[in-house]
C-alpha cells in the first residue's frame, strides 16, 4: 500500500500527467452534458393537436381533439399542453384552426371573454351603423370587412324627379352579418347570407344616415377597386345638395342641458 502511495504522488506531481487527466476530464463533462441536452431537447412530449378545421367563434369539444408527440425543443410559451385547457374554450373571433394545427393560447378564449370583431378599432368621436343588406345589394357577397365604400342615396324630389348621388365617401367596413348577427366571413367552408354591414363614422354623418333611412328614400353601398381600400381617403359628405335635402325634411331638436329643471319641483 506504501509504495501505491508513493506511485500515485509521483503520478500527481507529473506536470503532463495531470494536463492529460485534465483534458479527458473536460472532454468527459462535454460529452455527457451534451447528451443530456440532446435528451432533454428531444424528449417526446404529448400534447393535444385539432383532428378538424375549427372555425372561429366554434366550441372546442372532445371529439375535435387528438393527440400527438413532439420533441420538448418544439415547446413555446404560448402552446397549450393540457387537453383540459382546450375543450369547452372557443376559437377566437378571428382565429380558424386548422386540422392537424396544435393549441396555443392565443386562439382560444372563454365565451364570455370574446370580443366582436366590429367594435375592435372605432375611433374616438364615431358612431357605428348598421345597414340594412342582402345578397344583391352587396354584389353577391362581394364586400368584406375591411373593404372601403360609398354610400349612396336615391329619392324623389317636390317634383316627383328621381334623386341619385354618392352621400358618403370612403367608409370602412367593419362587419357583415347575417340575420342572426353572425359574421358572414368567418366560416369559410359555409358562407352566410348578408343582412347588415356594420362601419363607423362621424357622429353628424351618422345622424344624416340616420335622417336618410327614416325618410322615402333608400341608402345603397357601392364597393370600389383594391386600390380605393388600400389607400383610403378621409371619410366625408360628398354631395352638399343630398345633405341640404335630407335636412330640409328634418327638424333639428335643440340640445337641453342636464340642469334645465325639466321635472324637478320648487
Not at 387528438?66 to 404560448?78: A, D, F, K, R
Not at 333639428?252 to 342636464?258: G, K, T, V, Y
Request: charged share 15%; aromatic share 10%.
Amino acid at each position: 500500500m506504501k509504495n501505491f502511495m508513493i506511485s500515485l504522488k509521483r503520478i500527481l506531481g507529473n506536470k503532463n500527467t495531470i494536463t492529460i487527466l485534465c483534458v479527458l476530464a473536460i472532454v468527459l463533462i462535454i460529452f455527457f452534458g451534451y447528451n443530456y441536452r440532446i435528451n432533454q431537447a428531444t424528449r417526446p412530449i404529448t400534447v393535444p393537436y385539432a383532428k378538424v378545421e375549427i372555425q372561429p367563434r366554434t366550441q372546442v369539444t372532445e371529439d375535435m381533439i387528438g393527440y400527438v408527440e413532439i420533441p420538448s425543443v418544439m415547446m413555446q410559451s404560448n402552446l397549450i399542453t393540457n387537453a383540459n385547457d382546450v375543450v369547452n374554450l372557443y376559437a377566437n373571433y378571428n382565429t380558424v384552426i386548422p386540422a392537424g394545427s396544435l393549441f396555443y393560447k392565443s386562439t382560444l378564449v372563454q365565451w364570455s371573454q370574446m370580443p366582436d370583431s366590429a367594435w375592435a378599432d372605432i375611433p374616438d368621436g364615431y358612431t357605428v351603423v348598421s345597414l340594412n343588406v342582402n345578397t344583391e345589394t352587396t354584389y353577391g357577397n362581394s364586400i368584406f370587412p375591411g373593404n372601403y365604400i360609398d354610400l349612396y342615396y336615391t329619392s324623389t324630389d317636390s317634383s316627383g324627379k328621381l334623386i341619385v348621388g354618392k352621400l358618403i365617401e370612403s367608409i370602412e367596413v367593419l362587419a357583415v352579418k347575417d340575420s342572426s348577427g353572425n359574421h358572414v366571413f368567418e366560416n369559410s367552408s359555409k358562407l352566410g347570407t348578408p343582412s347588415s354591414l356594420i362601419f363607423a363614422v362621424p357622429e353628424d354623418m351618422h345622424l344624416l344616415l340616420r335622417k336618410a333611412s327614416y325618410l322615402s328614400g333608400q341608402i345603397f353601398p357601392v364597393p370600389r377597386n383594391a386600390e380605393y381600400s388600400n389607400n383610403p381617403g378621409a371619410t366625408i359628405v360628398s354631395s352638399e345638395y343630398l345633405e341640404n335635402f335630407i335636412l330640409s325634411q328634418t327638424v333639428i331638436l335643440p340640445e337641453q342641458a342636464a340642469n334645465s329643471g325639466v321635472g324637478t319641483t320648487n
